[in-house]
């Protein structure tokens, strides 16, 4: 640890996980003593997890690079640092009009308010994902097909009526 201390970029995800490159490099530490290290203070980050983290050019889930920033041995500020650059990088740049407006009554509903004019307004609620939808279609699927199968193979539906039970002469 004789050269300064990597700081994270903040332009893209390609640059951060090459700047945690230099900073495993910086601590000098093998996948192994940095699950160990991970483990000291009270984070999970398994070698291979931090080996496969290191391997691609995607932004790492937040909990990855607090475990990996604190197993190199950054803390305080500059694991914060660490932290909001990986933020900045996954929310985006902030929009260069990022000055909230606020609304004044007047603005809120037309002066010729009627249901037609205040309908489009009001925003369509967000559907939900579609895979969702579709599981819970076909798990309701699955749940009546099973209902019917068993109604069925109790005799729900057939006729009640009583056989009548016949008995044969043993002389025919």
Known sequence: MTTALPTPPDTDAAAFVAALRRLKAWSGLSYRRLERHAADVGHCLPYSTAATMLGKDRLPREELVAAFVAACGVRGDEAEAWLDARTGIACGPAPADATPTLATPTDAIPTDATPANI??????????RPWRT?????????LVTALLGGAAASGIFTDDEEVLETSTSARL
């Open 134 to 142: 579709r599981w819970t279609l076909f798990g309701a699927a699955a």
């Open 119 to 128: 309908a489009p307004a009001v925003a369509a609620p967000a559907r939900t």
